[in-house]
């Protein structure tokens, strides 16, 4: 009668935010407490968005998956997948899908996370208002198939948005062999994370590619009766583009919320315990606003799923979500680019480190205030990133020489860092831990991740993880050279 005695704890959406909570969960020994449904629109189980470029590149789904659905009803978790949640009742706490369930909740949480903004630019729909062929979002799986069917070599693209997402498609646009043109409305790429030195830089890097940049360009109109077939600049400039990409930023998804009573800004407005201001109501992720602030990145979801599993499961009741540090990487094969904090000084007081390898297309800068890391980034090489990260996101002091912390590969740094860099970001798992684990038999991908959890996050350190197995273990024939264990 264990289960009767259960709370109901539902869940919208299943993405990121949902998987990390659920593991959360899970290390508190949750199920206990909770009867847990997850409500997902999309189907499949939880898969890694980061990750996406490589099905736009050909990759199957299996590849950036992170929870099967087997792994649900192994866990003790119902998945309603491929199921939309269309209302919720906070005071009757029940919730309605779409195919007209009505399922009763004692705890409901809203990781809904967001959909690709559109911009305003004329002819993105036909006249009857469906999206226009050819236009597209990168933000699903689904979008990645259908730009994937669509694209052909030779085919002209167009991708409405410099920042991080636009040229990781632009890339994978690229890779199958079409002519790609990155408009980005700003002077500089990656705008939120560089300065304009920064992404000359990785301007000179993409274009070596064959991509073609236009920078501080006004999108106007996308032409074609039917579909695509070119974009208008404001400046009245036209470019062939049969795929129009449009990767311009994020709109959280609140709808749902916003018709509940929820409280709603940008974002679902959550207090330092991710709670809403309505009773048993939640959010996390990119659904969530938290002082003002919405992230679209991951680093926010882990932190903010680690106090909410706190709260959920009353196993800390001190645990209070303060905000969250964050840093970026550009996934592109061939560009390395990694940036956090302060692009610029903002203080006399500041100091400003800058090496700059013209030739090499090398960049690395540096901003430090009161001795501490306030904001780094690299352009061409970002083998300091894991040591930048780290004391970036401690807060702790440079070394006297601050360069060191570009040279060496510890940094210079001593104590606890003798360990090394922190390869996986999302677990805090050290380069250190990594060669003992691998030196004490783990000797595969799965079992080196199994035995630290290291590339069980957003995945994207798993390249550096077969690098070093393939380095330190005796035989490492069970890591392909992209991190995947066949
Ligand atoms: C191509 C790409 C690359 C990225 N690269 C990076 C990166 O390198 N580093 C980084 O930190 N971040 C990156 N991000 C951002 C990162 O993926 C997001 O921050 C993260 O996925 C957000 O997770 P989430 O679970 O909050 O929201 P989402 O991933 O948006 O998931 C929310 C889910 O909820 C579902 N949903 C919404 N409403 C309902 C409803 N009413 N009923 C049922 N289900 C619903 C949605 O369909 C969706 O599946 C990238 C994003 C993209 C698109």
């Not at 007081?349 to 090496?355: F, G, L, P, S």
């Not at 035995?451 to 550096?464: D, F, L, P, Y």
Request: glycine letters at 10%; charged letters at 20%; a neutral charge.
């Amino acid at each position: 009668m264990i289960f009767d005695m259960k709370k109901r704890l539902a869940i919208i959406g299943n993405r990121m935010a949902t998987g990390r909570l659920l593991d959360e969960l899970s290390r508190r020994n949750a199920g206990r407490m909770y009867a847990i449904t997850v409500f997902g629109e999309e189907p499949h189980g939880c898969y890694n968005r980061i990750l996406l470029g490589r099905v736009l590149s050909g990759g199957t789904t299996d590849e950036i998956t992170l929870k099967s659905p087997a792994w649900y009803a192994q866990n003790d978790v119902t998945l309603e997948s491929g199921v939309r949640v269309e209302k919720v009742d906070t005071v009757a706490r029940q919730l309605v899908t779409t195919d007209s369930e009505t399922h009763s909740y004692d705890a409901v949480v809203f990781a809904t996370g967001s959909a690709a903004f559109i911009p305003k630019i004329d002819g993105l729909r036909l006249a009857e208002g469906t999206v226009k062929p050819g236009v597209f979002v990168f933000r699903t799986v689904a979008d990645c198939t259908a730009m994937r069917a669509y694209a052909h070599p030779a085919a002209s693209a167009v991708v409405v948005g410099g920042g991080l997402l636009g040229l990781e498609a632009a890339k994978s646009l690229c890779d199958l062999g079409l002519h790609v043109t990155v408009l980005q409305n700003s002077d500089t790429l990656m705008n939120a994370q560089l300065d304009k030195l920064g992404g000359d830089m990785l301007r000179r890097a993409i274009e070596k590619m064959g991509i073609y940049v236009r920078t501080g360009v006004s999108t106007q109109e996308v032409i074609g009766d039917d579909k695509a077939t070119a974009v208008r600049l404001s400046d009245g400039s036209v470019f062939p583009a049969e795929l129009v990409v449009l990767a311009c930023g994020i709109a959280p998804r609140t709808e749902v919320a916003k018709a509940a009573n929820v409280p709603v800004k940008r974002a679902i407005v959550v207090n330092d315990r991710m709670s809403t201001a309505i009773p048993g109501v939640y959010a996390v992720g990119e659904c969530a606003e938290h002082d003002g602030k919405v992230y679209g990145l991951v680093e926010p979801i882990w932190d903010q799923c680690g106090v909410l599993a706190d709260v959920l499961t009353a196993a800390n009741p001190r645990a209070r979500y303060t905000g969250s540090k964050v840093y970026a990487r550009l996934k592109v094969v061939g560009v390395e680019v990694a940036s956090m904090g302060l692009t610029e000084s903002e203080r006399d007081t500041d100091e400003v480190i800058q090496v700059i390898e013209d030739r090499k297309g090398i960049y690395r800068k540096l901003i430090v205030r009161d001795g501490k890391l306030a904001g780094a980034m690299l352009v061409g090489s970002a083998e300091a990133a894991p040591v930048l990260i780290q004391l970036y996101d401690r807060g702790d002091p440079l070394p006297p020489n601050r360069l060191d912390v570009l040279a060496s590969p510890g940094g210079g740094l001593s104590g606890p860092e003798a360990a090394g860099p922190e390869v996986c970001n999302c677990h805090h798992v050290t380069e250190g831990a990594l060669v003992e684990a691998i030196k004490g038999g783990c000797t595969t991908l799965p079992m080196l991740s199994e035995c630290t959890k290291a590339g069980t996050g957003c995945g994207s350190c798993r390249g550096q993880l077969a690098n070093l197995l393939l380095k330190h273990a005796p035989r490492a024939e069970a890591v392909g050279a992209n991190g995947v264990a066949h």
